[in-house]
């Protein structure tokens, strides 16, 4: 970038500089000054508020890092009002493809009346098995594995003591699987920890720290009703489907059959792919997920800032029935009153179409 300054703290001489004079250190003559890793001083974010106030011309810094910067214990300056925050995710299949995103605004609308390729059930689980990482997109499955194996390492190894003070790190690498193996559940903490022999206290900080190197993601419950069953766990999702599978060490061939992994695997896939696309879409869409004591469940719900709900159920097979229908037609019927409502089952088939009362089968594809 023309104007612009790197100054990236992976280096140990710059670190030192930052962690020793951090005045100086955000003095920049350059139009931009970007700071990479600067989770590892956060030191700086005071000073860099202090020129921004006296400043206010947009566009002086860029902060870039694998944590969460505003989520550390350490960090007490937040920049509020001073600062834009945006979420780098895997890359999303639209992304790849280089497709401009418009499901959601589509999806809304109950309009499926557009063009997508048609994919099947394998090709959708060959995507899933990739992920998003750019470095792993055209990769053969051995070669993946290890990335994604080294990627954790170096996450565990070296950013992990920038954010949190962890003790038992083998018990943290254990986790990390153990998370893997619970994307697309509900959150059970004492399940969670059972086979790791941590105190709940230890375990929830553990779990993040996760969070905060943007490992795992939580999927909160839709709760705006008076209704007295509703749940109230949140789903864990590991933030790449592709990520998970490597950890769990899974193959094609063991999943294709396993109609439980299947149904893991896609569903992690789905949640990356609307993570991204609310991302996207800014502060008009937020992503929840719906659970009652009496079995009613619904994969995500996205709600947008109108309050208008897109229910979205996600399923690996090829064919829709109404039976799929069910508990997006009960939670219309019975939770939202007045408020817009649209519901989908997402199907490995190939064609789009109407189940009434604006319910529709749409296959996979039409997500990118």
Same mark, same amino acid.
């Given at each position: ?64 890092? %694998?944590?969460?910067? @505003?989520? $550390?214990? !350490?960090?007490?300056?937040? /920049? ?6 945006? +979420? ?108 790791? %022999?941590?105190?709940? @206290?230890? $375990?929830? !900080?553990?779990?993040?720290? /996760? ?6 993601? +939580? ?150």
């Amino acid at each position: 970038m023309k104007g612009a300054e790197l100054r990236t703290l992976d280096d140990p001489t710059l670190l030192t500089l930052a962690q020793s004079d951090p005045k100086s250190f955000v003095s920049h003559q350059s139009s931009l000054l970007m700071i990479d890793e600067i989770q590892r001083a956060p030191a700086l974010l005071p000073v860099i508020k202090q020129v921004v106030d006296q400043n206010r011309r947009p566009g002086q810094f860029l902060l870039t890092g %694998s944590a969460n910067i @505003q989520s $550390l214990p !350490t960090v007490q300056e937040s /920049l509020a009002g001073r600062v834009t925050k945006i +979420r780098l995710r895997p890359l999303s299949q639209g992304e790849i493809k280089k497709n401009t995103p418009k499901f959601l605004k589509k999806a809304f609308a109950g309009d499926f009346n557009y063009s997508w390729e048609v994919y099947n059930r394998d090709q959708i689980m060959e995507i899933a098995f990739r992920g998003g990482f750019p470095e792993t997109i055209h990769m053969e499955p051995r070669a993946r594995r290890k990335w994604h194996k080294d990627y954790i390492d170096a996450l565990l190894e070296r950013d992990l003591k920038d954010i949190a003070k962890i003790r038992r790190k083998e018990a943290m690498a254990d986790l990390v699987k153990v998370m893997a193996s619970w994307s697309s559940k509900y959150m059970d903490i004492s399940a969670i920890g059972a086979k790791l %022999s941590l105190q709940r @206290q230890t $375990l929830e !900080t553990y779990i993040n720290a /996760l969070e905060t190197l943007y490992l795992v993601e +939580r999927v909160p419950p839709w709760t705006k009703t008076d209704y007295q069953r509703v749940g109230k766990h949140a789903k864990g999702f590991m933030s790449d489907s592709g990520l998970m599978t490597s950890l769990l060490g899974w193959n094609a061939d063991q999943v294709r059959l396993d109609s439980d992994r299947i149904g893991k695997l896609f569903e992690t896939f789905v949640f990356a792919e609307l993570s991204t696309l609310i991302d996207i879409g800014g502060e008009d869409y937020q992503l929840y997920q719906y659970r009652d004591r009496t079995k009613h469940e619904i994969d995500f719900l996205i709600e947008r800032s109108d309050g208008a709900l897109l229910g979205v159920e996600v399923k690996a097979s090829t064919v829709v029935q109404e039976n799929d229908f069910k508990h997006l037609r009960w939670f219309k019927d019975n939770l939202i009153g007045d408020r817009p409502f649209v519901g989908i089952v997402l199907y490995a088939g190939e064609f789009s179409g109407s189940m009434g009362n604006n319910m529709f089968a749409v296959p996979y594809g039409a997500l990118w």
